[in-house]
C-alpha cells in the first residue's frame, strides 16, 4: 500500500484471493489489472453479476454497489480508492449464500484503516454457524481458516 497517497487508498494487489464477502462502498474504486486476470463479482437487485479483467483493463466500479473481485493466482493489480474516514461514509461487507444468492449476514461501520477494520467482522462471521447458515436453503457456508478463533 503506499501511503503517502493524499485523498486515497493506492494499493497493489496479488492474487490468490479466497474472500468470499462482498464489499459495500458508498465511493467509486479504481481497478487496473497489471498482470493476470480478476473476476469482480458483483450484487444488484438480488442478482450476481460477473464481469472479467484481463492485463491492461481499467474499471470504475460505481459507488454502492456490492462487489467481490476474485483474484488468480499470479495476478496483480492496481486498486485505488477514496480516504473515508471521518467523511461521513459508511463501508459495509455483506455475505451470500453460494447456493441460492440469498443474503447471510451484513455488517457496516466507518473505515478507519483498510489494513485492520475488516477482520473483526471477518471473524464474527465465520466463527458463527448461525451467520453462515442461509435461512432460505439451509447451506452452510464454508468457513475461512485465517480467521477462525483458536481454541
Not at 14 to 19: E, F, L, T, V, Y
Not at 51 to 63: C, I, R
Not at 65 to 70: A, F, Q, R, V
Not at 107 to 126: A, M, R, S
Request: glycine share 6%; proline share 5%; hydrophobic share 30%.
Amino acid at each position: 500500500m503506499y501511503v503517502d497517497s493524499g485523498d486515497y487508498i493506492v494499493m497493489i494487489v496479488a492474487g490468490p484471493n479466497a474472500r468470499k464477502d462482498f464489499h459495500y462502498n458508498e465511493t467509486e474504486e479504481l481497478f487496473y489489472q497489471l498482470e493476470g486476470s480478476i473476476q469482480i463479482l458483483t450484487q444488484e437487485d438480488g442478482e450476481r453479476h460477473v464481469l472479467e479483467l484481463n492485463p491492461g483493463d481499467m474499471y470504475l466500479h460505481p459507488a454502492t454497489i456490492p462487489h467481490s473481485p476474485i483474484r488468480s493466482e499470479g495476478s496483480i493489480g492496481l486498486v485505488i480508492e477514496r480516504k473515508r474516514a471521518k467523511q461521513g461514509f459508511v463501508d459495509g461487507l455483506l455475505w451470500y449464500c453460494d447456493n441460492c444468492n440469498h443474503k447471510l449476514h451484513e455488517v457496516y461501520f466507518e473505515l478507519n484503516n483498510i489494513e485492520k477494520d475488516f477482520l473483526p467482522h471477518f471473524e464474527d462471521f465465520y466463527n458463527s454457524e448461525k451467520l453462515r447458515t442461509c435461512e432460505k436453503c439451509g447451506t452452510v457456508m464454508e468457513t475461512d481458516p485465517r480467521f477462525i478463533a483458536k481454541k
